[in-house]
């Protein structure tokens, strides 16, 4: 039995800005997307904005910060269980949306505290994809820069966050994506609604 467990979702996303405004009122459709049955969890809303804009949670050992800079939108979190599986699937469809807009970017859903395992998001040339991320190659996306940028805003935050991220040096079984599915009940109660930063004009970097 897998103890209770937090994880990490970071990603970035470029959106023409032409084509914003349809991504965001686009209806959310993760049963289309190739390889969506080796992530499942609920999804609170019925559109990109609802996700995007919409969506409410920070528990104190918890975080999600989503900002606009320029056409690319970026996101970083760290979650508990519950918070994770509400919002995993929910950001990875709106990110697989934006396939259908010219959107170019990943998102990609870690293991930190107590587990293992590693999702990814794809998006580019028109087509979204997701997959699970082998037991081998977790090492290089925990060490991407989007991943260690989670880390460090857990460092900057302190106090719980940084207890957390202490426990994160502990013993991390890996896990199969049946032990990270969770059970069919009710979403979570909504929590306070998640710090979203205005947005700011700097450099876009495309993804790679």
């Known amino acids: 039995m897998v103890k209770p467990w ?3 979702i970071s990603g970035r996303l470029v959106i023409p800005a032409e084509h914003r405004a349809a991504w965001l009122a686009a209806e959310l459709d993760w049963k289309s997307v190739p390889g969506h049955q080796v992530l499942k969890g609920y999804i609170s809303g019925e559109t990109v904005g609802d996700m995007v804009d919409g969506v409410e949670f920070v528990e104190a ?5 989503i900002e606009w800079a320029g056409d690319e939108i970026q996101l970083r979190s760290f979650q508990g269980q519950a918070g ?9 469809a709106a990110w697989a949306a934006a396939a259908g807009f010219g959107g170019e970017g990943e998102l990609i859903g870690v293991g930190v505290v107590a587990i293992r395992f590693g999702y990814r998001v794809r998006v580019g040339g028109r087509e979204a994809s997701v997959e699970r991320i082998p037991d081998d190659e977790l090492d290089a996306f925990e060490a991407v820069p989007d991943a260690l940028a989670v880390r460090e805003r857990m460092a900057e935050i302190g106090g719980a966050m940084a207890d957390k991220l202490s426990a994160a ?3 991390r079984p890996f896990a199969r994506p049946s032990t990270v599915t969770p059970p069919a009940a009710a979403p979570a109660k909504k929590k306070a609604p998640a710090k979203k930063k205005a947005p700011t004009e700097k450099k876009k970097k495309k993804p790679s």
């Open 61 to 65: 050992r918890e975080f999600l910060e």
């Open 169 to 171: 040096a502990g013993a």
């Open 6 to 8: 937090d994880a990490a």
């Open 84 to 92: 994770f599986t509400e919002s995993m699937v929910g950001f990875a």
